[in-house]
């Protein structure tokens, strides 16, 4: 939270996006790994974030009618991973994106408690989301060596194929 609350534009939307991004197993067998390529891209060059926002909509959505059924440990956690996008701030302002990144980094941890549920403290799932929030932004915020979006996307696949892993093995253990 405090990580948050100090970080500028770009590191809020870095962020939301980050949450988002290891959350894509989560849409569905069709869709694509790299569906928020637009958003990151813009991060990187400043394009129009409202026409990237709307293009990765569209996407989903289209994906979302005509693939297959839902990757199984979907059901709550994929709702939120829509919801995440849905959140989406269409202009890029600090406040609108502060309030997303927040609303991100807490539904990444609740999707993370979802699929990893365990009786024991802090599962080992959700601990490592965690660990990779407070990566990205420290690498934004300047508190890291090397840090950059290079670096954030870097993390974020990690988590992604992290949860997509997870999100397959659910699926084949399932009756």
Known sequence: MELIAQADETGLAASG???LDRCVPL???????QVLRPL????ADGAAWDGALAGVRR???AEEGGAGPARPGGGEAAALARRMLAAAPPVRTAGALR????????AALQV???LDATDEGVAPLVAAELRRQIRVLE????NAPGGGLRQVLDVSTE???????VVSRRARSAP
């Open 112 to 114: 993370h408690r979802l």
């Open 40 to 43: 990151w891209a813009n991060l």
């Open 59 to 61: 996407t989903l959505a």
């Open 159 to 165: 988590g992604r194929r992290v949860l997509r892993a």
């Open 17 to 19: 996006l980050a949450c």
């Open 139 to 142: 690498l934004l915020g300047g």
């Open 27 to 33: 849409f569905g067998d069709g869709v694509d790994e």
């Open 99 to 106: 309030t997303w990144a927040d609303g991100c980094s807490a």
